[in-house]
C-alpha cells in the first residue's frame, strides 16, 4: 500500500494541495455536465410534438396561424317544461303592495256605501214621517173646510129667511171672504137684496170679488169644455154619394 501511494505522481496526492484543487474542479465539471444533459432532455412546454409538432412543420411559414374562435356569450338555457318560475322579489313586493291598495280601498269603498245606505234609510225613515204629518194636516184641513162649508150652508139657510135688513145686518159682522162665501152660494135675487142693505163700499167690494170669482169660474169652465172638445176628434161628414 504504501508504494502505491508513493508510485503516484505527487500532484495527484491527496494530501498535495493542487491535487484537491484538480479534484474538485473535477467534481464540478461532472455536475456541469450532468445538469446540461438534464435540462436537454426535459421536455419544453412550449414546445410541440408529435402530430402537432409535424402539422407545424408542413404548415407553410407565410400562412399565419389561424386564432381559435372567440368563445360566445354564454345564452341561458331555456327553462324544462314544469319548472318553477323565478320572479324578481322586487316585483312580487310591488305587486303585493298593489294588491294592499287595492283591499284598502274596497275596504273604504264598503264602508262609504254602508253609511250612504244608512244615510238613505234614515232620509227614508223622514220621508215616511213627513207623509204621515202632511196626510195628518190634510185630514185637518179637510175636516176644517167641511166644517166651514157646513157653517156656510147653515148661514145661507138662515138668511135666505130673514128680512134683507136683518141678513145685511149679520153679515156685516163677518169677513169680506166669509160673506164672499155665503153670497156666491145665495140664490142672486136674495143675494142682491142682502148686497142692499150693507153699507155702499163693502157693497162694492163684495160685489167686486164675486165678479172675479164668476170669471174665473166661467174661464175655469171654458178651459175645461175647450179640452174636452180636443180629446174627442170632431166626426167628419160623410162623403157625397
Known amino acids: 500500500m504504501s508504494r502505491a501511494k508513493s508510485d503516484r505522481p505527487r500532484w495527484l496526492r491527496p494530501e498535495s494541495a493542487l491535487g484537491a484543487g484538480l479534484v474538485a474542479k473535477a467534481g464540478a465539471l461532472v455536475l456541469a455536465l450532468a445538469w446540461a444533459l438534464w435540462l436537454g432532455l426535459a421536455p419544453d412546454p412550449g414546445a410541440q410534438t408529435g402530430p402537432a409538432l409535424a402539422q407545424a412543420q408542413e404548415a407553410p411559414p407565410d400562412k399565419p396561424a389561424e386564432a381559435p374562435p372567440a368563445e360566445t356569450a354564454a345564452e341561458p338555457a331555456p327553462a324544462e317544461p314544469g319548472a ?25 269603498l264598503a264602508k262609504e256605501r254602508e253609511q250612504i245606505e244608512k244615510l238613505k234609510a234614515d232620509a227614508m225613515a223622514r220621508i215616511d214621517e213627513l207623509k204621515k204629518v202632511q196626510a195628518a194636516l190634510e185630514e185637518l184641513i179637510k175636516a176644517e173646510q167641511d166644517k166651514r162649508e157646513e157653517r156656510i150652508q147653515q148661514m145661507v139657510k138662515l138668511l135666505a129667511n130673514m128680512r134683507p135688513d136683518a141678513a145685511g145686518a149679520v153679515v156685516a159682522k163677518l169677513d169680506d171672504q166669509m160673506a164672499v162665501d155665503i153670497f156666491s152660494r145665495m140664490q142672486p135675487r136674495i143675494a142682491g137684496k142682502v148686497m142692499a142693505a150693507l153699507e155702499p163700499a163693502r157693497a162694492a167690494r163684495i160685489g167686486e170679488v164675486l165678479t172675479h170669482q164668476r170669471q174665473a169660474r166661467e174661464a175655469a169652465a171654458m178651459a175645461r169644455e175647450a179640452a174636452a172638445n180636443v180629446r174627442q176628434p170632431q166626426a167628419r161628414p160623410a162623403p157625397a154619394p
Open 84 to 108: 318553477p318560475v323565478q320572479f324578481d322579489p322586487r316585483l312580487i313586493q310591488l305587486i303585493e303592495q298593489k294588491r294592499a291598495d287595492l283591499a284598502a280601498r274596497e275596504a273604504a
